[in-house]
């Protein structure tokens, strides 16, 4: 198979070639969208400097968004908003070709780049696995290591009546007794205004959240939802006090949850929990939703909510023909060992 690619080094040279296959139309999912992207340069990285490659065959595409560290190194152009960081594919790209694309971009890269770390890297539908494959295929040294979990629950063709079912019996109750004692106006928005985002804003700043990394990438993100009709922006109000806030996205069916938050003072009300069940009930019965995500962190209060886990990993990968890379491996042989060393210790 004749595989063609290229490196880029700035998003409107890709923006110009590829528009629509990168589009929020054409990319299901929302971490690989040349928006997104395009968000987390302005707001998040400003000072990132894309490295993108670029490979091409038999009419099916692929891209790895990467963002130059160092003059050998990089890391994925992704940020801590990015839930799920993956190689970008064209539509319908058979899982063979998908493997020739990766091996082409990784050999390409082993030209302009020592190391480079991608995070978090889902593992269920089979991205890290791939990655790891492909990139051994073409020399490169690969070390994979758990980062986080991502929680999420498939309700495809179920009533929130059924989901609600499921849930833990002591989530159930605590809602029913916080709904009859302290009675809410809850309310979930497709678009924003300014007056709802100083409202979401205020509630953030009274919660236990801390400072936000990048309040403005979230502002534009909601804005361009807002634009689109997939924003879910959700309220909690108590004798008229805006006291809880979540942030969503709904499209392509699937749903993410992005940020939720209460004030500190009302933790007694359980706004969280009553605006979650509103929330989740939007999605699935007026959005009909397939899926729904809870980003990513092993919180307790995930599992009562969702049925899944998929584990995220952090891959690291050195070129061996690099002194950069070399050094890589070296020091994650090292970070391996001590970490080996300290569990048998414990055991």
Known sequence: MWVKGELFDDLQSVAARFADRLSDEAQPHLFNRLTWYELTKTYARPDARPLIAYAHAQGHDAWLFLDRTAPKAAHGLGSWYTLAFRPVFSADVPTNIRYALLVAMARRLRKTLGSFRLEPVPD???TRDMLVRAFRKAGWSVASSPKTGNWFTIVEDISFGEFWLRRPGQVRSTHDRRAKKFPMDLQVHSEVTSDLWAQYESIFADSWKGDEGAPEFLRALAEHHSTMGSLRLGFASFEGRPIAAQLWTVDHGHAIIHKLAYREDSAQM??????????????????????????????GYKRDWMDQRDQLHTLEFFNPLSVTGLLGMAKSAASCAFNALKTRKKT
Do not use: E
């Open 124 to 126: 269920a539908d089979g």
């Open 270 to 299: 359980s706004p969280g929990t009553l605006l979650s069940a509103a929330m989740f009930r939007h999605a699935i019965d007026t959005d009909k939703v397939q899926s729904i995500s809870y980003g990513t962190g092993d919180d």
